[in-house]
């Protein structure tokens, strides 16, 4: 996720006396902003409904044009806000995306015998962490550690940790590999929208549940390691994040 100049070209003064213009000034009001708000977002989210969380749009270039064009719609509602505060720290729960890596995940694990659950993103803004985590029930997941530092009011700079790909009884750590930064273009109370440095799109919601980590000591016969236990607890209707 240039600047450019202009010159303003003007031609020469002339004495003709012509009729001061006449400006239409349209008003917004709080509630007109809302509503606006509110009808780019159902817009997109029922462009996004059918997509499969991005399978479908890679193969549909007029679908994937429609919905950038909506999140850019969404975009200029969310103009001017902060959305780097404790509102952003939350457990994100996968819409869409046009990221590639995530999405060939998740299309071509039924050839290893399991599917993609939910593809989440967990931010924690105090303690400056992110994991993006994609779950195959039961029992497997993938998940990539980060540390963040909020650059500006829409933007977060991270780096990743570590990464991990875990079964029942194993895991496997894999290094981390690299670093980059998001501008969360919009955010209420259960929806988020994401534009990354390399140009990708995030459609995300909250989810109904907290996703965490903690640490287990433990051992296996070919793998000593410390496997993580995850952790669902429900989000209570109105309550925190």
Same mark, same amino acid.
């Given at each position: 996720?240039l600047m450019?100049?202009a010159?303003?070209l003007l031609p020469y003064?002339?004495?003709t006396k012509?009729?001061?213009?006449r400006?239409s000034?349209?008003?917004? &009001?709080?509630?007109? *902003? %809302?509503?606006?708000s509110?009808?780019?977002?159902?817009?997109?989210?029922?462009? @996004?409904?059918?997509?499969?969380r991005?399978?479908r749009?890679q193969?549909d270039?007029?679908k994937?044009?429609?919905?950038?064009?909506?999140?850019d719609?969404?975009a200029?509602?969310?103009?001017?806000s902060?959305?780097?505060g404790?509102?952003l720290?939350?457990t994100?729960r996968?819409l869409?995306?046009?990221?590639k890596e995530?999405?060939f995940i998740?299309?071509k694990a039924?050839l290893?015998g399991?599917?993609?659950?939910?593809?989440?993103?967990?931010?924690?803004v105090r303690?400056? &962490?992110?994991?993006n *985590? %994609?779950s195959?029930?039961?029992?497997?997941?993938?998940?990539?550690?980060s540390? @963040?530092?909020?650059?500006?009011?829409?933007?977060v700079n991270?780096r990743?940790t570590?990464?991990?790909l875990r079964?029942?009884n194993?895991?496997?750590?894999?290094p981390?590999f690299?670093?980059?930064w998001?501008d969360?273009?919009?955010?209420?109370?259960?929806?988020r929208?994401?534009?990354d440095?390399?140009?990708?799109?995030?459609v995300v919601?909250?989810?109904s549940y907290?996703?965490?980590e903690c640490?287990?000591s433990s051992?296996s016969l070919?793998?000593?390691?410390?496997?993580?236990?995850?952790?669902?607890?429900r989000?209570?209707p109105?309550?925190?994040h």
């Amino acid at each position: 996720m240039l600047m450019a100049s202009a010159k303003l070209l003007l031609p020469y003064p002339f004495t003709t006396k012509l009729p001061g213009p006449r400006y239409s000034h349209r008003r917004f &009001t709080c509630s007109s *902003v %809302i509503a606006q708000s509110g009808s780019a977002k159902e817009h997109l989210l029922a462009l @996004i409904a059918d997509q499969d969380r991005g399978i479908r749009t890679q193969s549909d270039p007029a679908k994937r044009a429609a919905i950038v064009q909506a999140i850019d719609a969404v975009a200029s509602a969310g103009a001017g806000s902060v959305t780097t505060g404790d509102a952003l720290s939350a457990t994100w729960r996968l819409l869409w995306t046009t990221e590639k890596e995530q999405l060939f995940i998740i299309e071509k694990a039924p050839l290893f015998g399991t599917r993609a659950g939910d593809v989440l993103q967990v931010i924690d803004v105090r303690e400056r &962490t992110l994991n993006n *985590v %994609i779950s195959f029930p039961p029992d497997g997941v993938f998940f990539v550690r980060s540390s @963040i530092e909020v650059a500006s009011p829409q933007r977060v700079n991270f780096r990743f940790t570590s990464a991990v790909l875990r079964g029942k009884n194993w895991e496997i750590p894999l290094p981390p590999f690299g670093r980059g930064w998001f501008d969360t273009v919009y955010l209420d109370d259960d929806l988020r929208v994401v534009k990354d440095i390399r140009g990708d799109y995030l459609v995300v919601n909250r989810a109904s549940y907290n996703w965490k980590e903690c640490m287990e000591s433990s051992s296996s016969l070919w793998l000593k390691t410390q496997p993580v236990c995850i952790l669902f607890s429900r989000v209570k209707p109105g309550g925190a994040h």
